[in-house]
């Protein structure tokens, strides 16, 4: 992560939603995946990959149109974790999206982390900051 944004500017200025939108990807690809191995045998309304990855999204956005739902336990018990999750992950992208951007820089006396890209003080302590800015171009 520390090399990425070193080298593209585009990464370090939007890592956390690109942190945040890779979660929510990696989340809805394990769970379609859950969801086939766990269904696709003794479900006939999971079929194939496609058919999951659909229940899936549908759960993850709490939309639940009905026209397939998991069998048994386990099949519920999985579909309270993808809403559960994934709206949270869902959430988090959404936070991340509409927060006032911050920049990467530690404080030299307090130690806080980030900061607003104009930051001249340290709104903790109040230090004078130093934070590398790309010049106007």
């Known amino acids: 992560m520390a090399r990425l944004r ?33 269904q696709h045998r003794q479900n006939a309304q999971i ?3 496609a058919d999951a990855l659909y229940f899936t999204v549908t759960a993850l956005t709490t939309t639940g149109f009905g026209d397939i739902t998991l069998e048994g336990t386990t099949g519920r018990m999985i579909s309270v974790a993808i ?25 030299p006396a307090c130690g806080l982390i980030r900061h607003d890209p104009d930051a001249v003080h340290c709104k903790h302590c109040g230090t004078v900051l130093h934070i590398e800015t790309e010049g106007a171009n």
């Open 83 to 107: 809403m559960i999750v994934g709206v949270t992950l869902f959430l988090r992208l959404a936070q991340v999206l509409f927060r006032p951007a911050k920049v990467w820089h530690r404080c």
């Open 47 to 49: 079929g194939n990959y």
């Open 6 to 38: 070193h080298d593209f500017v585009y990464f370090r200025r939007n890592e956390d939603a690109l942190v945040a939108l890779a979660n929510l990807c990696v989340f809805l690809f394990v769970m379609t995946g859950v969801v086939f191995e766990t």
